[in-house]
């Protein structure tokens, strides 16, 4: 079956330093990925998606993210994390009829000052 | 402004109770989608619908029923609620072609079961 998997439930990071969040994907064809975010309390906001082309997908608030075929990862990243990145962010990719979308279990991002 | 409404925003119910969830979006989209999100588990899908007057079930349907009779809103019951079903729900709606433009989400409904 067709899985979502986020390696790291938490991540602490210093203000200012760079963010690598992991995504691992299970799916035997050309798969279409996402990441959200979700701050406290709110809806899902969606930072980037892969479709196909470029590997290397820029996304909104400075975040990127790189497909990766050979390791099934969909790797989100940003340079310089500000302490408004602190939030749950979840990877999606899209499996079967219907488009449905599979989750990852989400990783916490704290974000020290 | 066009999106994906859900109400109620929050709800308590009492166990063995019953309420409708409702979720309306106003973008044409086929497709539409109900979420459950819980602690340490994302989002698992509970139910969605491929178009007006049908469904079909998700990764944890037990517990749920749901109806799509207008294209424009999809309705997700809990008939005799369970404390189980304490959780953060989330409609989404797409096209059937979703690289159009992706994946629209309500804000969610806070349910708690008590």
């Known amino acids: 079956a067709q899985s979502v998997t986020q390696p790291d439930i938490h991540i602490t990071v210093s203000e200012g330093a760079s963010l690598e969040l992991r995504c691992n994907y299970s799916?035997?064809?050309?798969?279409?990925l996402f990441w959200y975010v979700q701050s406290p309390g709110q809806g899902l906001q969606l930072l980037l998606k892969?479709?196909?082309?470029?590997?290397l997908v820029q996304g909104i608030k400075g975040f990127e993210a790189e497909f990766k075929r050979s390791q099934s990862s969909f790797n989100l990243r940003k340079p310089s994390v500000h302490w408004s990145d602190a939030a749950e962010y979840f990877c999606?990719?899209?499996?079967?009829?219907?488009?449905?979308?599979?989750f990852g279990t989400g990783t916490q991002l704290k974000v020290e000052l | 402004n066009a999106g994906v409404t859900q109400t109620p925003k929050f709800r308590v119910l009492k166990t063995g109770q019953s309420m409708t969830l409702l979720c309306a979006q106003d973008?044409?989209?086929?497709?539409m989608y109900w979420y459950r999100q819980d602690p340490g588990m994302g989002l698992r899908l509970i139910h969605y619908?491929?178009?007006?007057?049908?469904?079909a079930k998700g990764e944890v349907p037990d517990g749920y029923n749901v109806s799509r009779l207008k294209k424009q809103n999809f309705l997700l019951g809990l008939e005799s609620a369970a404390p189980s079903q304490t959780s953060v729900y989330f409609c989404?709606?797409?096209?059937?072609?979703?690289?159009?433009?992706?994946?629209?989400f309500g804000s969610g409904t806070r349910l708690t079961v008590v």
């Open positions: 619908s491929v178009g007006e007057g049908t469904t």
């Open positions: 799916y035997g064809a050309t798969p279409y």
């Open positions: 892969y479709f196909s082309g470029d590997t």
């Open positions: 973008m044409n989209h086929e497709y």
């Open positions: 989404a709606s797409s096209y059937q072609e979703f690289t159009r433009n992706g994946y629209t």
């Open positions: 999606a990719v899209v499996t079967g009829g219907g488009n449905k979308l599979t």
